[in-house]
């Protein structure tokens, strides 16, 4: 079962977060086979980390919630909400499978939440026409009910020009009650 994860940052939390990074990474190093993403996002100023999401195929929920809610910025209070939700990875592949690579124009986590109008609707959404050649997506899928029957949003990883053309990759925005648009990097330990 793939889920997405993301854990958004408390306010004045970075000291706290800086602190605890090694402690982060090597919470995530037991995780390394079963990421499909990952990766903090940034406030407005492209400097300023905000959370960090990470896209998993884990065994079960219960998996899922461990995850999130063991993690050390989350046990330490550097977060101030989790975002856990089932996740379809349409594409199929990781983010290290991204033919545009790790460098590279601007990238960004783009969440979808659906409006009370679309909840429940094909749990196995088409790519918006948008980006048919999926050249610029990294991951895409939609999120789900914990039982994974009910379509509740859609999540995507994408390198775009700037905010409004990464909130483009969701289609028609009707569907949607709110969209999210996320400065976002790869993650992981620094080569």
Same mark, same amino acid.
């Given at each position: 079962?793939?889920?997405?994860?993301?854990?958004?940052?408390?306010?004045?939390?970075?000291?706290?977060?800086?602190?605890? %990074?090694?402690?982060?990474?090597?919470?995530?190093? #037991?995780?390394?086979?079963? @990421?499909?993403?990952?990766?903090?996002?940034?406030?407005?100023? &492209?400097?300023?980390?905000?959370?960090?999401?990470?896209?998993?195929?884990? =065994?079960?929920?219960?998996?899922?919630?461990?995850?999130?809610?063991?993690? =050390?910025?989350? #046990?330490?209070?550097?977060? /101030?909400?989790?975002?856990?939700?089932?996740? /379809?990875?349409?594409?199929?592949?990781? @983010?290290?499978?991204? =033919?545009?690579?790790?460098? &590279?124009?601007?990238?960004?986590?783009? %969440?979808?939440?659906?409006?009370? +109008?679309?909840?429940?609707?094909?749990?196995?959404?088409?790519?918006? *026409?948008?980006?048919?050649?999926?050249?610029?997506? %990294?991951?895409?899928?939609? $999120?789900?009910?914990?039982?994974?029957? +009910?379509?509740?949003?859609?999540?995507? $990883?994408?390198?775009? *020009?700037?905010?409004?053309?990464? /909130?483009?990759?969701?289609?028609?925005?009707?569907?949607?009650?709110?969209?999210?648009?996320?400065?976002? #990097?790869?993650?992981? /330990? =620094? *080569?």
């Amino acid at each position: 079962m793939e889920f997405l994860c993301y854990h958004r940052d408390r306010t004045g939390s970075l000291a706290l977060r800086d602190e605890l %990074i090694e402690a982060h990474w090597a919470y995530m190093d #037991q995780y390394a086979k079963e @990421m499909i993403a990952r990766g903090p996002t940034f406030g407005e100023d &492209g400097e300023t980390v905000t959370g960090s999401v990470h896209v998993l195929d884990l =065994p079960d929920a219960g998996a899922a919630r461990a995850f999130a809610f063991d993690e =050390p910025n989350y #046990q330490a209070g550097v977060y /101030r909400d989790v975002l856990l939700r089932r996740w /379809r990875n349409v594409l199929g592949r990781t @983010m290290w499978d991204f =033919p545009g690579g790790r460098e &590279g124009g601007d990238r960004f986590l783009v %969440i979808g939440l659906g409006a009370a +109008t679309a909840v429940g609707r094909a749990v196995d959404p088409e790519v918006p *026409s948008a980006c048919e050649d999926r050249g610029d997506l %990294i991951a895409y899928g939609p $999120l789900l009910s914990d039982d994974g029957a +009910t379509w509740l949003g859609t999540a995507a $990883l994408v390198r775009a *020009s700037d905010p409004e053309a990464a /909130r483009a990759v969701l289609g028609t925005p009707d569907a949607y009650a709110d969209i999210e648009v996320h400065d976002w #990097q790869f993650g992981g /330990r =620094p *080569s």
